[in-house]
């Protein structure tokens, strides 16, 4: 498509009608609309999808080799699948009923492994997922926050990504959500070198997303 | 000296060798260490498998998910149930305890009444972790009915009914006096009677501080407007198991309207 601009391998911007796609030979996954060999990424279903609209850039190659914790039925990871052509992808899902839905996505796939367990519990995968270039997680959990720092000390490469999406509710349903978000950059910057972050609105309320990179 | 064995999904690891699995399935469920790997478990792997190594790997965790999924399923809710049920004898038992304890305690403070005191401080302990156990669960089989009225309250109303494919297939009028059956049918009975009657406005779910925080004449239209809720989220926990935060948040926002507005 000539008014397609390429902003990541395979993820195609829309300038003139505000969205954008990836590139995919497979069928769509969760309802979205298929043009021409281009699947729509819906920002309001996949908050990767909202970060990349807002203009954020994430480092994500054909090659990269990520952790995904908080696969859910797929809807992410099917675009994320559709982007890391050499790569792959180990998808970890504590909860068995979305996971029905995201087994078929996996078996279409070929970069996908399913992985039913709980992420906080990083040591019961830990003979399974090998060292990642990227961990991303979305898991809106009150101690997420560690949760991700052990998955990296498990399973991160030196200097590896990660792209953590927090909700503060999630976190403290009584405090101000600006208070929590500070806290939260505070609590990562322990460890983490912090690239990006912003809140995902319009597409996600009360969320944001912070972008970083491993310090070992 | 170094104790040098992983647990690897294809086989052990040890003293610079891997044996590999006869029973990769049962490898794969295994691949448990309770430290981080010095190594990546690809590379080994790759001297093994060569190029079919994520082949491999992702046929036997398609299939060791499938197993699991399906497993999971079928037993979840009934795991629940039992732990409310268990829970409430527990309950029963410390209070009884604690009852007996204070009796011996006035009478005299001997070794054996201290010991007696440890085991039932042991007992309330263990009621943290039973509590705990089902929240975590709840969270999991159904993240949509826990989110609006807490976990608690959630496995209170599974327990009621008996499952959550029952559950799913509750009228939210239905749902919204689950708990309060012995009003509700003496209420129905005098109806039938033609006598005056009060038909209860809420059940279990009257434990809710939504509910129970707002004034009585706010109540019914709390309860009313939670249940046909619960009654969405229910479907959503059977069918679905995803999270939709919206409905969560529209219980609130009914009830701070409620709660600001005087009439």
């Keep these: 498509m000539k008014n397609f ?59 990269t080799k990520m952790l995904y914790l908080g696969a859910a039925s797929g809807t992410t990871v099917s675009h994320i699948s559709d982007i890391l052509t050499k790569g792959i992808i180990y998808a970890i899902e504590y909860s068995a009923k979305p996971f029905v839905k995201f087994l078929k996505l996996a078996r279409e796939r070929k970069n996908i492994i399913p992985i039913l367990a709980d992420a906080s519990q990083p040591q019961k995968y830990s003979g399974i997922v090998e060292k990642v270039d990227f961990i991303y997680q979305d898991i809106a959990q009150r101690n997420q926050i560690e949760i991700f720092r052990e ?51 319009p597409y996600h309320k009360d969320h944001i997303f912070v972008y970083v990179r491993w310090r070992k | ?90 309950n029963r038992t410390i209070n009884l305890l604690d009852e007996k304890l204070r009796d011996l305690k006035e009478i005299k403070e001997s070794a054996i009444v201290r010991d007696f005191e440890e085991k039932i401080l042991d007992l309330k302990r263990f009621r943290g972790e039973l509590e705990k156990e089902i929240e975590s669960v709840m969270r999991k089989i159904a993240p949509n009915l826990s989110e609006i009225v807490g976990e608690k309250i959630a496995a209170r109303l599974l327990e009621k009914v008996g499952s959550l494919e029952k559950l799913a297939e509750l009228p939210a009028s239905t749902i919204q006096v689950i708990g309060a059956e012995r009003s509700l049918f003496k209420a129905l009975s005098r109806i039938r009677r033609g006598k005056e ?20 004449r706010k109540r019914g239209k709390m309860a009313r407007f939670m249940a046909s809720k619960l009654a969405i989220a229910a479907r959503i926990d059977y069918f679905k198991g995803e999270l939709y935060e919206k409905l969560a948040e529209e219980v609130r926002k009914k009830y701070e309207k409620l709660s600001r507005n005087p009439k």
């Design chain 2, 1 to 90: 000296m170094l104790k040098l064995k992983y647990n690897l999904w294809f086989g052990v690891y040890e003293n610079g060798k891997v044996k590999v699995s006869k029973n990769l399935k049962e490898s794969f469920s295994k691949a448990e260490n309770p430290e981080p790997l010095p190594f990546s478990v690809s590379e080994m792997g790759t001297d093994i498998f060569g190029k079919k190594y994520y082949e491999e790997l992702r046929r036997i965790a398609i299939d060791h998910a499938e197993e699991l999924v399906e497993g999971e399923l079928k037993r979840e809710d009934r795991y629940v149930i039992a732990l409310v049920r268990s829970l409430d004898e527990l």
């Design chain 2, 197 to 216: 009657a009060k038909v209860p406005k809420h059940g279990v779910i009257f434990q809710h501080p939504f509910i129970k925080g707002l004034p009585k």
């Design chain 1, 5 to 63: 601009r390429e902003i990541l391998n395979n993820v195609f911007l829309d300038e003139e009608r505000k969205r954008i796609l990836t590139k995919s030979p497979y069928p769509p996954h969760y309802g979205e609309r298929k043009i021409d060999g281009y699947r729509e990424w819906i920002p309001t279903r996949s908050k990767l999808a909202a970060v990349l609209l807002k203009g954020y850039r994430i480092d994500l190659k054909p090659n």
């Design chain 1, 151 to 201: 998955n990296f000390r498990f399973f991160a490469k030196d200097k590896a990504l990660g792209l953590i999406f927090v909700k503060a509710r999630s976190i403290d349903s009584t405090r101000d959500p600006e208070e929590i978000y500070k806290d939260v950059i505070n609590e990562l910057k322990r460890d983490f070198e912090i690239l990006s972050y912003d809140d995902l609105s």
